[in-house]
């Protein structure tokens, strides 16, 4: 069994951000050597997410708008988690997003459906964070 | 370390519905050989989803009404995303659904409790769309 | 390829609980040995969640807050799924958590990023129910 991890950052200029992280995936996995196996792509902060979805920038600002209704930024007061912070929404964004992502590794690509894309969703940025990427097999 | 993989067509009469889909899978899994291991099975399509929950009919008319509170089908124009197309709910409630499930193998089974079933959930049917299937271990 | 596997049991006092099992996973990697691949944790039963996130009081009550105002437990009437039950809204509640985490293990260790703590998260307590832990790697 071959096991490969690499750790990749981002700043995003805005609290929240959506990045298509497909191609640094992609570059890891042929970096990797591994052709048959699963990879493990996660969140290493709980304000942030990595998910699967399509890359359409109006579905992204469908995405704001719906995590706005659920799990509204403002007022601060209205989470107890805020005090010395001011980001229990983006806690809260993030677990409707999800942490991770695990993809089937076949013949050394990524096994997806035509438009399967992976983000990363940023919901309290400005500052640098980190996602991992782990990937077991043969 | 053995692998294996397979997909699953559905071509749902509605648009929205959910298929069980754990004999399915448990079929795969015989075919496959695998003893122990990690099964992931995810929706290769963006709107639709793979979860676990309980095989009883009233408890999916509740996710239905539960979905379409959160994020509702109707009206199309309330999304950006809709213009050529009208299934931008479809993306959000999958959202919420999750797109895979990652289930241990043990002793040649699936390592279940006593009521987790394997459903495929559909947002956007009408159309042949599949799931993929991916089993490594020994 | 060497697996593990587990089963943790909870026994909540009250119907809905958040408790850190990061200590108790760590004990199980340990005592599987593996230093490198991945580890599975999921709730065994359809109204509970595995989860990651902080451990600050504050944000528990946030999420309890959050998941009544998204899936409410009463009236119970509200949902098809409650006759014999009255449990509907845990399955909700657990749908928005999620089941399951995907963690890299790595020399050893539950591959973290600083705050990462793995929650068990009970939505219909008061009797004893089940998680399970499945590693497998070398």
Redesign the interface.
Known sequence: ?K?Y?KELWFNTETRRAFINITAKIEECLRESGIK???L?C?????TSSV????D????H???ER?LEK??PEKPYEQ?????FEDN?DA??K???????????I?DGKL??????QIFYGEFDGKRPK?V?V?I???
Do not use: Q
């Not at 996660?42 to 709980?46: E, F, Y």
């Not at 998910?51 to 399509?54: K, L, R, S």
């Not at 359409?56 to 579905?59: D, F, H, K, Q």
């Open positions: 069994m096991s991890r048959e196996g699963l493990l996660n969140a290493m902060h709980i998910f699967i979805n399509d359409e920038p109006g579905l600002r469908d995405f719906f659920l799990a989470y107890d988690h805020n005090g229990a806690h809260l993030r677990t409707i997003m999800g942490r991770e992502v695990v993809v089937a076949t096994d997806f459906g035509p438009w399967e980190r991992l782990k077991i097999g043969e």
